[in-house]
């Protein structure tokens, strides 16, 4: 089962962010965890291999569930650990291995593409506190078809298509 | 690959734990996640069947790589997921499905015999604050080989055999 880490860093009311070319979709940077890793230092590695920026101190606001299903039948599972930071160190990359990063105003981020799951993901690490539990079930063309999201103190947010 | 959420109910100083039938072993009732779960919907579910009591608002306090190795090989490695709760609702088992339940004083709980990674994740939470961090190794006879924890605001654990 993947596994896959990330953080968003914000600086002044920008994340930076990071435009991957296959959908044109943009993401907080992050990836895969590898074998023997704990979920702070894999989030700590991959940061800096897309970035080159190492954050400090980063915070575990999220754990997902991600389901892949065909036909109500799960095709893939993966689990998605999502961080916070707010301080980084080190000189941002001028070009990512794996897109285009970009500091982006904390407002502009509801209109920037993405998975639709994500949007409810910064809108939980960027304007609220706490932790965040869900479930995102998505097709195979990545079109969301519901989700189950639980943060502490706060009721339970459900969508299916 | 396995994920495994578990959780360490206390009230007025006492733990609720779980002795495994197969070595004798202490452990937080938990369980195996299944397709789709939250981690809190998975330790919820699971803390319900082994010990009958509904936990209310489980708080995230672990997150764990265990590896399995033989002779320098990841032979298995899975996710555990440390939940603690101070309120559950509900009438306790008589008989927990997974093997002996009982009340334990948290002073107690470092004479339990269990696995040897397993102290650490008592220590911290039932005696600090915050999320804890780490991965544990052991060999196939569930000896401790290795760990590395990092928590917030605390120096890194390490220990090697």
């Known amino acids: 089962m993947q596994r896959v880490t990330n953080c968003i860093l914000t600086k002044n009311d920008q994340v930076l962010m990071l435009k991957k070319p296959s ?18 230092e894999s ?8 970035t080159g920026i190492s954050i400090n101190h980063p915070q575990l606001r999220g754990i997902f569930t991600i389901v892949i299903e065909d036909q109500g039948k799960v095709i893939n599972e993966w689990m998605m650990f999502t961080f916070q930071a707010t301080n980084g160190s080190g000189t941002m990359l001028p070009q990512s291995p794996e897109g285009e990063l970009a500091w982006k105003s904390v407002e502009e981020i509801s209109q920037l593409p993405m ?30 078809l519901s989700y189950r999201l639980e943060a502490e103190g706060e009721p339970i947010k459900q969508f299916k298509v």
């Open 23 to 40: 959908r044109g979709w943009w993401v907080a940077p992050g990836g895969k965890m590898e074998l023997r890793e704990s979920i702070v």
């Open 43 to 50: 989030v700590t590695r991959e940061f800096k291999e897309e």
């Open 115 to 144: 998975a639709v799951g994500d949007y409810q993901i910064f809108e939980h690490v960027l304007h609220k506190n706490g932790l965040i539990y869900g479930t995102f079930t998505y097709n195979g063309n990545l079109d969301l």
